[in-house]
């Protein structure tokens, strides 16, 4: 499967993003997806991921009750809508996929996963 993130930009403190992950290739419907940022000089870090049917979701605490991860397998699409920004969350956005059919685990691990986006720039300002 091929990834391609979309969506960043430049927003101020308290404000909103959207990103969006397309895939096209193989069954989307058959891969969990996950969201990593990676800030400069730091380890790319896990932030949220989805199930293949949606319906289960996991979060970082750092973004849990600020952001949403959710998906649209008839759009082969992946979204992490973003709220209340803040300058820490400053990073640059991976989305991620691995084929999983289960509903019960979701990983977080950056070597968990097989297929990854190019990445999209979020920078919020102060």
């Known amino acids: 499967v091929q990834l391609q993130a979309s969506g960043g930009g430049l927003v101020q403190a308290g404000g909103s993003l959207r990103l969006s992950c397309a895939a096209s290739?193989?069954?989307?419907?058959?891969?969990?997806m996950a969201w990593f940022l990676q800030a400069p000089g730091k380890e790319r870090e896990f932030v949220a991921a989805v199930s293949w049917s949606g319906g289960h979701t996991y979060y970082a605490d750092s973004v849990k009750g600020r952001f949403t991860i959710s998906r649209d397998n008839a759009k082969n699409t992946v979204y992490l809508q973003m709220n209340s920004l803040k300058p820490e969350d400053t990073a640059v956005y991976y989305c991620a996929a691995r084929i999983d059919y289960s509903e019960g685990h979701l990983y977080t691990m950056r070597d968990d996963y097989d297929h990854w986006g190019q990445g999209t720039q979020v920078t919020v300002s102060s």
């Open positions: 290739g193989r069954i989307f419907s058959s891969y969990a």
